[in-house]
């Protein structure tokens, strides 16, 4: 069976791991610091602030705009659950906007007519590797006065012209095991304010500067020295990795069949954290890439607003049309960088085959 996702571990990994344990440094400690300043470079952010997850670097970034009871945040329905329970966790209320029919992110043409006086940031997502529109995003927020985080667990060096995801506000990644990099577990959070940087750093700390005098009540969503040294030995190699997703995803694009593959906005930086495509009889579809040895995941079968948690807040009865057709043809295939040519060539003749047996999605019936 070819996984749809294989993390990659070498012996350089090994090393850096045993150097931390020998060290003796094991929570919180230079490590992280390197790795913090590593990704900044990476992402062209002046400050990176690491975590202990992904979900704890949106909640972060969250706290740091002192968002909280009563406030409003804009985001989309169509991601993992971790988005919109981030700004639950601070006491705030997710007011969700659809999606995008070509690309998946956030609708930029809805945000406005969803901005009350209660409202205190936009969290677009950048889905599946692909940054949302954030020179658009930016800009409403600028002439608002919002805050802007971008959910950008899945944009690891994805870009807009010129300009990667985290650059714009604040951006919150991921490096849970399946990322295009990872620390096994862990977050990071990218600015380019650095008094905002300064606030995270001491909510993450149990609002320490100095050790045992707490200026304010924090927390404890520190990364450890281990997870930094894993993506240590990691970070070098995301732009190899994400060059291979990149062309696994030419070759899909240019041989798939009777599928509809990912549409990539002019000008800008596809990572493809996933390569999801839209297809006839989704559900069938997978049992029948299953049969022909090829793994497959959906992300997400089902919408935020139609999770237990958030229809007992009230959201059952929202409509998102987008995002409620998208989840039922959405399927997301191999593009992990260690495939090998052949693994990639066995994943094209199972989808075509099976979209041939199926009958082929057309562009009409995804669009409703």
Avoid: C
Avoid at 67 to 90: L, M, Q, R
Avoid at 160 to 189: C, H, L, Q
């Amino acid at each position: 069976m070819i996984p749809i996702a294989r993390p990659q571990m070498g012996e350089e990994e090994k090393e850096r791991v045993w150097e931390a344990m020998s060290s003796g440094s094991l929570a919180q400690g230079p490590r992280v610091k390197q790795l913090e300043e590593e990704f900044a470079a990476f992402v062209g952010a002046d400050h990176a602030v690491a975590t202990s997850s992904g979900t704890t670097a949106l909640h972060l970034a969250l706290l740091g705009h002192g968002i909280g009871e009563g406030d409003e945040v804009i985001t989309v329905p169509f991601t993992f659950i971790a988005s919109a329970n981030s700004i639950v966790y601070t006491g705030a209320r997710p007011v969700f906007v659809d999606i995008d029919e070509r690309d998946f992110t956030m609708d930029v043409s809805q945000v406005e007519a969803a901005i009350t006086p209660r409202t205190k940031a936009i969290m677009p997502v950048s889905l599946y590797g692909q940054p949302a529109d954030m020179p658009a995003i930016d800009d409403i927020a600028g002439r608002h006065g919002l805050a802007v985080i971008e959910d950008a667990a899945q944009a690891h060096g994805a870009a807009v012209g010129d300009r990667r995801s985290g650059t714009w506000g604040a951006g919150a990644f991921s490096f849970y095991p399946t990322k295009n990099m990872t620390t096994g577990e862990g977050g990071m959070i990218t600015t380019l304010d650095g008094a905002y940087a300064e606030r995270v750093r001491l909510l993450r700390e149990h609002g320490m500067k100095v050790r045992y005098h707490h200026d304010i009540v924090g927390y404890n969503f520190r990364m450890t020295d281990i997870a930094a040294a894993i993506g240590l030995a990691q970070l070098p190699k995301l732009p190899g990795y994400n060059e291979r997703r990149r062309a696994i995803a030419a070759r899909y694009d240019g041989e798939l069949k009777g599928v509809i593959t990912p549409y990539v906005r002019p000008g800008v930086t596809h990572v493809y954290h996933q390569y999801t495509i839209r297809v006839h009889e989704r559900d069938a579809f997978v049992e029948k890439l299953k049969d022909r040895g090829v793994g497959s995941a959906i992300y997400y079968p089902i919408p935020v607003h139609r999770q237990k948690p958030f229809v007992a807040m009230g959201y059952g009865d929202q409509s998102f049309p987008v995002t409620d057709r998208l989840t039922e043809l959405v399927v997301s295939i191999p593009v992990h960088p260690s495939l090998s040519d052949d693994e990639v060539s066995t994943v094209i003749g199972a989808v075509n085959e099976t979209a041939a047996e199926l009958g082929p999605l057309e562009v009409g019936a995804a669009a409703g």
